[in-house]
């Protein structure tokens, strides 16, 4: 029952990450092609998706706090009922 499948190794390579010297050719091409503009891009879509992550703590701390309040209120309120009778 032997499997007639190439090994992990003969799949993808036995160098690792980086050896082949055409990756880190292309990965200079692209890196040296897209400019500036790009890194503005990304930059601006990063700094909005930490305003919204931002937002999002704020309230859920506003939440969490609000619902802790509730609770400690409710367990006085509960420990005080069974102190008065």
Same mark, same amino acid.
């Given at each position: 029952?032997?499997?007639?499948?190439?090994?992990?190794?003969?799949?993808?390579?036995?160098?690792?990450?980086?050896?082949?010297?055409?990756?880190?050719?292309?990965?200079?091409?692209?890196?040296? &092609?897209?400019?500036?503009?790009?890194?503005?891009? *990304? %930059? !601006?879509?990063? @700094? /909005? $998706?930490?305003?919204? #992550? =931002? &937002?999002?703590?704020?309230?859920?701390?506003?939440? *969490? %706090? !609000?619902?802790? @309040? /509730? $609770?400690?209120?409710? #367990? =006085?309120?509960?420990?005080?009922?069974?102190?008065?009778?």
């Amino acid at each position: 029952m032997g499997s007639k499948a190439p090994s992990w190794a003969d799949q993808w390579g036995t160098g690792g990450f980086g050896v082949d010297e055409e990756d880190d050719k292309l990965v200079t091409k692209n890196a040296s &092609s897209s400019g500036g503009n790009k890194i503005t891009e *990304v %930059k !601006a879509a990063a @700094s /909005a $998706g930490f305003d919204k #992550a =931002k &937002s999002a703590a704020a309230v859920g701390a506003q939440k *969490v %706090k !609000a619902g802790t @309040s /509730a $609770g400690i209120k409710w #367990a =006085k309120k509960q420990y005080q009922k069974k102190g008065s009778s």
